[in-house]
């Protein structure tokens, strides 16, 4: 279904996170056509990360349309679809087993259809864990993303390894990275000067533990203390009570609240570019912050203080000269990352980023061109190849093993009405509470 020279390329995001609403978003917007005008509408799969009104405003990405549904209701969405109201495009921006679920449910939904959307998928950042398991429920998409070569030759490998199509493997970078390259440090001449700058980029779950936690909390404090001129920022996700892509048992705001920080040490939110526009070093344990750093060549180190582990994803640096722990930090050390490791994590800090989406916008456009619309979607994982696995995947999204609806799916018949919406707020409302704040208190309770 190409679209015509006078009609807006439709597109539609479902997105299950702010930070994936984020890269799915930004991602339609760079592998769709130049010099095409798009039409977005965005759909936020309802659940326990499903983002807020703050969230939403903080990632800065706008759409035609946003409103939160259930897998159903996008299916239904979809369904519905038709004519000049059909979309061109399908960003599946969600965990493994969502796009797995959708490509099932879509399956059903365009079985009968001669025509069909492209179906993109890809992750929100590095590729650290799961990789096998992660990108065979991602297989049947039309194009499968890997944000950098490295990613590319790996992810052909799991598809191949197990005797699946590889072809949907598409190479581009993450879709986030830009803005203004690193100018140097302050020379503290000027009366505007700011201040040296060190960022450390928080994450909800990496690491987990509260001792683990409280240790890089007092180091970032400790190396304030040791350099009161530096401006020392703890740089947060999410306030108390959202969700991101990950759960947040252990808040920084509330360690924050035992420690005796000094006024050279602050807390600060927003979006992460607008913050590495003032910073001199970002530290993290492995967060994508670290690539968005590197591509505008600022000091970046991933720490290594609780050790180069799977669990921690910071063995993903390992190669990158971008590893230090705190104590080299507060000596006065400052990396130097390799240039080949960079290169292949698609980073592009000396130029290339803006071609790096050039495969996948040639790929959409020949697929919305070609004669006799796409063929039927056939993910890997099917009720021959994984009998065992596939229908409890399916399951958590209300869809049977040929992608119908279960019975007694939400809103699966009709449009949710007044008081169901009301019901169905105060009940993501009571299970946000539960999961972030009542389950924390019952699992160390446990470990007394």
């Known amino acids: 279904m190409p679209a015509s020279a006078t009609k807006a390329l439709r597109v539609a ?46 990632v800065g990405v706008s759409a035609d ?41 879509l399956g059903r939904v365009w079985r009968d259809r001669a025509e069909r959307p ?23 998409a039309d194009l499968v ?12 490998a799991v598809y191949e390894g197990v005797g699946a199509d590889a072809a949907a493997v598409t190479e581009v970078a993450l879709p986030f990275l830009g803005g203004a390259a690193y100018a140097g440090e302050p020379d503290g001449t000027g009366d505007g000067d700011r201040p040296h700058t060190v960022v450390f980029a928080a994450q909800p779950s990496v690491p987990d533990s509260r001792e683990d936690r409280t240790y890089l909390l007092e180091r970032l404090i400790r190396h304030a203390r040791l350099h009161p001129g530096r401006e020392v920022l703890l740089k947060l996700r999410s306030r ?13 705001q509330k360690l924050v609240q035992r420690a005796d920080p000094p006024p050279n040490f602050r807390l600060v939110y927003g979006h992460m570019g607008e913050v590495l526009d003032r910073t001199d070093l970002l530290v993290t344990v492995s967060s994508t912050a670290a690539l968005e750093s590197l591509h505008r060549r600022v000091p970046t180190v991933v720490l290594t203080d609780l050790g180069v582990r799977e669990a921690l994803g910071n063995h993903h640096f390992v190669g990158s000269g971008c590893l230090a ?4 930090l507060d000596a006065g ?29 040639e790929r959409i456009a020949g697929l919305l061109g070609g004669p006799g619309g796409l063929p039927p979607l056939a993910p890997y994982y099917t009720p021959v190849t994984a009998p065992g696995y596939l229908p409890g995947i399916l399951a958590r999204h209300h869809l049977a093993p040929d992608g119908t609806p ?22 993501r409302g009571a299970y946000r509470h539960g999961v972030q704040r009542v389950a924390p208190v019952i699992r160390r309770m446990g470990e007394l």
Request: charged fraction near 25%; charge should be negative.
């Open 13 to 58: 995001v479902l997105a299950d996170s702010d930070t994936r609403w984020k890269w799915g978003a930004l991602t339609a917007t760079r592998v769709c056509p130049e010099d095409t005008e798009i039409h977005l509408d965005g759909y936020l799969l309802r659940g326990r990360a499903t983002p807020t009104a703050r969230q939403l405003r903080e």
């Open 65 to 105: 349309s946003l409103r939160e549904v259930t897998a159903v209701e996008f299916l239904r969405a979809v369904d519905g679809a038709r004519g000049e109201e059909s979309y061109d495009v399908l960003v599946l921006a969600l965990v493994g087993g969502g796009v797995q679920a959708m490509l099932h449910g």
């Open 118 to 140: 492209v179906v993109v998928t890809g992750y929100v950042g590095v590729v650290y864990e799961k990789l096998a398991d992660g990108l065979l429920l991602r297989h049947g």
């Open 145 to 156: 993303l890997a944000n950098s070569r490295q990613d590319a030759d790996r992810f052909r």
């Open 240 to 252: 108390p009570g959202e969700h991101t892509t990950h759960i947040e048992e252990l808040p920084y």
């Open 325 to 328: 722990s705190w104590d080299q």
């Open 333 to 361: 050390h400052r990396p130097a990352p390799d240039p080949e490791w960079v290169a292949r994590q698609g980073v592009a800090a000396d130029g290339g980023y803006e071609t790096a989406f050039d495969e996948a916008r």
């Open 406 to 427: 279960l019975p007694g799916a939400p809103a699966a018949d009709r449009s949710p009405g007044p008081v169901r919406q009301v019901v169905r707020r105060a009940a």
